[in-house]
């Protein structure tokens, strides 16, 4: 399975992605922590990114956390995207605390 290198623009951490694996996933083994994580699904909006540059396949996100306006601008949840060339990302949250 292809692997793409994945860089976080915030921390300049960089980690190998494989095409088959969320990006949000390959970041927590590579023991990097650019990106706040939370629920691994799609389901609290934490990991949300804005992808600079790159291709990737991205699973159904929720309207709640992405709008298709954020959605078309590359805004997306890194836990719902797999890598498809090397890609550039922008964390948009910086922390893990939970927002109430
Ligand atoms: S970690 Fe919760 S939406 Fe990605």
């Given at each position: 399975?292809?692997?793409?290198?994945?860089?976080?623009?915030?921390?300049?951490?960089?980690?190998?992605?494989?095409?088959?694996?969320?990006?949000?996933?390959?970041?927590?083994?590579?023991?990097?922590?650019?990106?706040?994580?939370?629920?691994?699904?799609?389901?609290?909006?934490?990991?949300?990114?804005?992808?600079?540059s790159?291709?990737?396949?991205?699973?159904?996100?929720?309207?709640?956390?992405?709008?298709?306006?954020?959605?078309?601008?590359g805004?997306?949840?890194?836990?719902?995207?797999?890598?498809?060339?090397?890609?550039?990302?922008?964390?948009l949250?910086?922390?893990?605390?939970?927002?109430?």
């Amino acid at each position: 399975m292809p692997r793409h290198l994945v860089s976080i623009e915030n921390t300049g951490e960089e980690f190998l992605c494989e095409e088959s694996v969320p990006v949000l996933l390959a970041m927590e083994s590579a023991m990097r922590h650019g990106i706040p994580v939370g629920c691994r699904n799609g389901g609290c909006g934490i990991c949300k990114v804005e992808v600079l540059s790159g291709e990737f396949a991205a699973r159904v996100m929720s309207r709640a956390h992405v709008s298709l306006e954020e959605q078309v601008a590359g805004h997306v949840l890194s836990c719902r995207i797999r890598p498809r060339s090397a890609l550039r990302l922008r964390a948009l949250r910086t922390t893990t605390r939970k927002e109430v």
